[in-house]
């Protein structure tokens, strides 16, 4: 989330905010984009891209991150996001780091397949050929041709992001005439609409080999989709996946809508037209471990706020090294926010590709 979408905490505290779907006095939570096309409504979502680019920059100038490659996608990056924004999106990619690398250190001898739903211009990729180079990795990104040509516009111009996928998969890298698509052994780049996967859907994306253990990740993605499409894109995948496949999600998103602080919060983003779908579906963590077991996610499934994430998944010298790069003045509102987003985790597996989720601790525990 932006600066700007921030809910004012002294406004929370003189009472502001009361009320379900609309804070006293502001505006209807659906209200700012009715009688939008649904083309207006995709671009909206397209470019919530664009801030989660500068969100990630402004982390790691800052010193929280260590990602080379995010300048790379950061076009008019211009101005430092506020110190819990930071350490939000810090909290973010470090807890969802260790569960990716957690599922990527099991069974050495087997190769991985991670799949990122609407990925736009995530670096994860690219970090993670940095950091395991001899890891045997396949990796797939889908998102909306819009924003697929954006990402592979930014890699043909830039030598950084080429070498560093040719320097693993050699010469063998092809790009559609129109720039939309990237395919290569170890990589590939969909432009396909998500709400086109469901399980009767006979699109099928190439180059997923159903047969290895596979992490499906959705970081603010599934949520901008109707309830009903975000779950039969989870059903897509589990049925095109045989059971004996290891497969598992990470889910990050907002969460608590009911409170003044989260009400506020949707509205805030409802005035750039920006509606949280399946918020209210999928509004706490019991509703989000709920939901991984009903898709099919049946081996486990957790769930944790961001709050809980930075106090018992962020070591002690790390928190230490966070608190001195910004100073944070408002421990409570910071607290507030960490606690309306949330990381949730879910796999079936019958070959223990994720045992080593069995050992993180979850939110309730």
């Given at each position: ?50 801030d989660a680019a500068l969100s990630r920059m402004s982390a790691v100038e800052v010193g929280y991150l260590d990602d080379p490659f995010a300048r790379y996608f950061a076009a008019g990056y211009a101005q430092r996001r506020f110190p819990i924004i930071n350490r939000g999106t810090y909290v973010r990619t470090t807890a969802i780091d260790i569960l990716v690398d957690s599922f990527l250190g099991s069974d ?258």
């Open positions: 989330m932006s600066a700007p979408q921030i809910p004012n905490l002294n406004t929370l505290r003189r009472g502001g905010g009361q009320g379900r779907g609309r804070v006293r006095g502001g505006p209807s939570i659906t209200g700012h984009n009715r009688g939008l096309s649904q083309n207006a409504k995709d671009e909206i979502v397209q470019k919530t891209d664009d050495h001898s087997t190769r991985k397949q991670i799949i990122s739903l609407g990925a736009g211009t995530d670096t994860r990729f690219f970090r993670l050929a940095r950091k395991r180079p001899s890891t045997s990795l396949l990796y797939h990104e889908l998102d909306f041709p819009q924003n697929t040509k954006k990402k592979i516009r930014a890699m043909k111009e830039t030598p950084e992001l080429l070498s560093k996928l040719m320097s693993i998969d050699s010469e063998d890298v092809s790009i559609s005439v129109d720039g939309a698509t990237l395919y290569s052994p170890s990589l590939n780049i969909h432009p396909v609409d998500l709400r086109s996967l469901h399980p009767s859907s006979t699109l099928t994306l190439r180059g997923i080999d159903t047969s290895l253990p596979t992490l499906l990740i959705s970081e603010c993605c599934l949520i901008y989709l109707d309830p009903t499409s975000a779950d039969a894109v989870l059903q897509y995948f589990t049925t095109i996946f045989p059971q004996t496949t290891p497969l598992g999600l990470i889910v990050y998103e907002p969460i608590n809508p009911f409170d003044p602080f989260g009400m506020t919060m949707e509205v805030n983003l409802a005035a750039r037209g920006i509606v949280l779908q399946t918020l209210h579906k999928y509004s706490s963590l019991p509703l989000q471990r709920q939901r991984l077991k009903d898709r099919g996610f049946g081996s486990g499934q957790q769930a944790s706020d961001i709050d809980f994430l930075w106090e018992k998944w962020v070591i002690k010298s790390e928190k230490g090294r966070v608190s001195e790069l910004e100073m944070l003045d408002e421990i409570e509102e910071w607290q507030m926010l960490a606690r309306h987003y949330c990381v949730a985790w879910g796999w079936r597996d019958e070959r223990n590709a994720f045992q080593g989720w069995n050992d993180l601790q979850g939110q309730g525990e």
